[in-house]
């Protein structure tokens, strides 16, 4: 399985961005896309993920009031949009996948098999 994120550049704090993670290959239907990031000098963290057979987005840290998960299936594409991005916010955005995770597992990034190149996210004045 092969997944390409895009998307990403650079936003004015308060702004919004929609990530985008294509899906290519064989997928299973348990499939789960995850959504992490890395910001400068810090280890990767959870964002989110999305598991395709129950359409049902899940949510890591504080952000799932500003952040949420989609997928357009017949792209076979899951969206992050981004909404009152801040700063902090500025980080390397790597969606991956994972089949048959258990939720309490979706937040760690050793569980998902299949990455993409990451896309870039600048919060900046």
């Known amino acids: 399985v092969q997944l390409q994120a895009s998307g990403g550049g650079l936003v004015q704090p308060g702004g919004s961005l929609r990530l985008s993670c294509a899906v290519g290959?064989?997928?299973?239907?348990?499939?789960?896309v995850g959504w992490f990031r890395q910001a400068p000098g810090k280890e990767r963290e959870f964002v989110g993920a999305?598991?395709?057979?129950?359409?049902?987005?899940y949510y890591g840290g504080s952000d799932r009031e500003r952040f949420s998960i989609s997928k357009d299936s017949a792209k076979n594409t899951v969206y992050l949009q981004m909404n009152s991005l801040k700063p902090e916010d500025t980080a390397v955005y790597y969606c991956?996948?994972?089949?048959?995770?258990?939720?309490?597992?979706?937040?760690?990034?050793?569980?998902?098999?299949?990455w993409g190149q990451g896309t870039l996210v600048t919060v900046s004045s």
């Open positions: 991956a996948g994972a089949s048959r995770l258990i939720v309490s597992s979706m937040n760690n990034e050793r569980n998902y098999r299949s």
């Open positions: 999305f598991r395709w057979s129950t359409n049902r987005p």
């Open positions: 290959g064989r997928t299973f239907s348990d499939y789960v």
